[in-house]
């Protein structure tokens, strides 16, 4: 038996623990625990935290993220984790992502894995959980420098590339098309960092400079958009590891919005898009917001890309990171 621990925050940890534990299930039992509705053990929200407690309070002196004391929904949830583990005693437990998830399967005496996330982090929180793990898991490529909060684990690392939910398809880029080139807008569970109706102008004013816009995600969510996405000759995505792994498994051209988030991981993943000559990249909504005027400008910059998507290792990045998975399994 192999565990997972999913982030419940947007789709995305979801998707990711989807396609391993759907690899791993070769050799394995797997099962998923989420406060996610979907997950096979549905666990209790540890939030929000009662009025009036200190960040220390919050953090245990800045030792973890997360533990607000006297919360019931806590004190389930990790009892929860605690039962399944001594149910089902598991070879190695998967952790994407949570510092205090990882504290208690290893104290628990489980084997751990963790999922590194891009950005800065530094923090004391991020250096416990990534010190305790047996591998670190880092869904980017091989090229890409290990950040500095990873240096002290750099042995442990593993970057297997980008983690995506589609097969790697065809990366030689069709011509776009010369008449109305079809542009997909395309924003997870996880939100948008727009102000009220910026990206219904930005649509309407795509559509009226000549393109063929579609907006997927929030109001209007595609369970599986692999086909629109094929079909698109550029998509506009947020920087999040799973976009941007779909849109390098698919072979799209791409204008990137780095999204405010914590530690600045959007950030850095589009940072490392650009240099690479991957994608067009658009300042974050949430900071400098990009007038919708020069949408136009950056979406016939990226339909001018050829953008080397063999470079983010899609290919074969499930199997590498599952196969990390078996290893500290034994």
């Known amino acids: 038996m192999i565990g997972f ?38 666990l209790p929200l540890d939030a ?58 290893r104290a628990m005496g489980v084997p751990v894995t963790v999922q590194a996330m891009p950005g800065h982090r530094p923090d004391a929180p991020h250096m416990l959980g990534y010190s305790l793990a047996d591998a670190v898991i880092a869904a980017w490529p091989r090229w890409v420098p290990v950040p500095e909060h990873l240096a002290h684990v750099a042995d442990r690392v593993h970057q297997v590339g980008g983690i995506s939910r589609f097969p790697t398809g065809d990366l030689d880029l069709p011509p776009a098309s010369s008449t109305r080139p079809r542009v997909v807008i395309m924003f997870g569970t996880g939100g948008t960092d727009s102000p009220e109706g910026y990206w219904d102008d930005v649509v309407t004013h795509l559509n009226l400079a000549g393109f063929d816009c579609t907006v997927i995600g929030g109001r209007t969510w595609v369970p599986d958009p692999r086909n629109l996405l094929e079909r698109a000759d550029v998509i506009i995505t947020a920087a999040g590891q799973n976009s941007v792994a779909d849109v390098a498994a698919l072979g799209r051209r791409a204008v990137v919005v780095a999204q405010e988030r914590p530690f600045q991981e959007q950030e850095a993943t589009a940072r490392i898009l650009r240099e690479a000559g991957l994608a067009v990249t658009a300042d974050s909504v949430a900071g400098q917001v990009t007038p919708v005027r020069q949408w136009e400008h950056l979406v016939r910059e990226a339909l001018d890309l050829r953008p080397d998507w063999h470079r983010w290792e899609t290919q074969g990045a499930v199997q590498r990171a599952a196969h990390v998975i078996r290893e500290v399994a034994g």
């Open 5 to 42: 621990y999913a982030h419940h925050h947007g789709s995305g940890h979801m998707t990711r623990c989807r396609a391993l534990a759907a690899e791993l299930s070769v050799t394995h039992s797997t099962a998923i625990l989420s406060s996610r509705d979907d997950a096979e053990v549905v």
């Open 48 to 105: 929000p935290a009662s009025a009036g407690l200190t960040p220390a309070q919050l953090t245990a002196h800045g030792v973890l993220h997360w533990a607000p004391p006297g919360h019931r929904g806590l004190a389930d949830r990790m009892a929860a984790i605690a039962t399944w583990i001594q149910e089902h005693r598991p070879a190695a437990f998967h952790v994407d992502v949570s510092v205090e998830v990882a504290v208690l399967v």
